[in-house]
């Protein structure tokens, strides 16, 4: 079964401060994506990767950087976290074709006081 | 640029009675489609696709879908519907980019 883990699962931070959000997959999947869920906005994508090493920009990227070091690892890293980003973050994997399914994590509830 | 449009933020129905999701989608090329379910504190589960071919897709659940070209629609359908069912319903495009768009999805309570 394809398995992404999310980690932390919740996390309270301060404004200005630093938050890092892991990602773990063990399908060995070529793409991987953050998306944030937000009411009324459903899910919209910050940032996705091809590979390892690679990192692209998605629709909202603004205030965020990702990390992809392997091929079973996603960071989403916000440097200075600010309320606006206080949100529910999902990560997904999936092959490298159009057309598959993603496999999301189950997601990382986030709070910036 | 494409986009997915779920019109109904919220549905309710009774135990029973058929359910009609509705998402129509904005996309100049053959489009994937997906539909996924997340329920209450979980995370999203995938439901079923559209690729090409039989434009009435089955899924998981007892859930089906049809995909209208005519008018860039992708409902889903279940009949009768549980109250197993209450969950939020996410229509997705792929557009063969790696960059899934998703719509706002759609909260569906069915009463027992």
């Known amino acids: 079964e394809a398995a992404v883990t999310q980690s932390p699962r919740n996390k309270v931070a301060v404004t200005g401060g630093k938050v890092t959000l892991s990602c773990n997959q063990t399908?060995?999947?070529?793409?991987m994506y953050w998306y944030r869920q937000d009411t009324g906005h459903g899910l919209r994508l910050i940032h996705y990767?091809?590979?390892?090493?690679?990192?692209e920009k998605g629709d909202i990227p603004d205030g965020y950087k990702a990390s992809r070091p392997s091929q079973e690892n996603f960071s989403l890293i916000l440097e200075l976290a600010t309320p606006s980003q206080t949100s529910v973050y999902f990560c997904?994997?999936?092959?490298?074709?159009?057309?598959?399914?993603?496999?999301f994590g189950e997601g990382s509830r986030l709070i910036v006081v | 640029a494409q986009s997915v449009d779920q019109p109904d933020a919220h549905v309710t129905l009774s135990e029973g009675a058929s359910l009609e999701l509705r998402c129509s989608y904005s996309?100049?090329?053959?489009?994937?489609l997906f539909w996924y379910v997340q329920y209450p504190g979980q995370s999203l589960q995938f439901l079923l696709k559209?690729?090409?071919?039989?434009?009435v897709v089955k899924g998981t659940k007892g859930f089906e879908a049809e995909f209208r070209k005519s008018n860039s629609s992708f409902n889903l359908k279940k009949s009768p519907a549980h109250w197993s069912d209450s969950a939020k319903y996410f229509c997705a495009l792929d557009p063969n980019t790696n960059k899934v768009v998703f719509g706002t999805g759609t909260r569906l309570q069915v009463l027992p």
């Open positions: 990767s091809y590979g390892a090493g690679s990192t």
């Open positions: 559209y690729i090409t071919g039989d434009t």
């Open positions: 997904a994997s999936g092959p490298d074709r159009g057309g598959n399914t993603l496999y």
């Open positions: 399908n060995n999947h070529n793409n």
């Open positions: 996309y100049s090329a053959a489009p994937y």
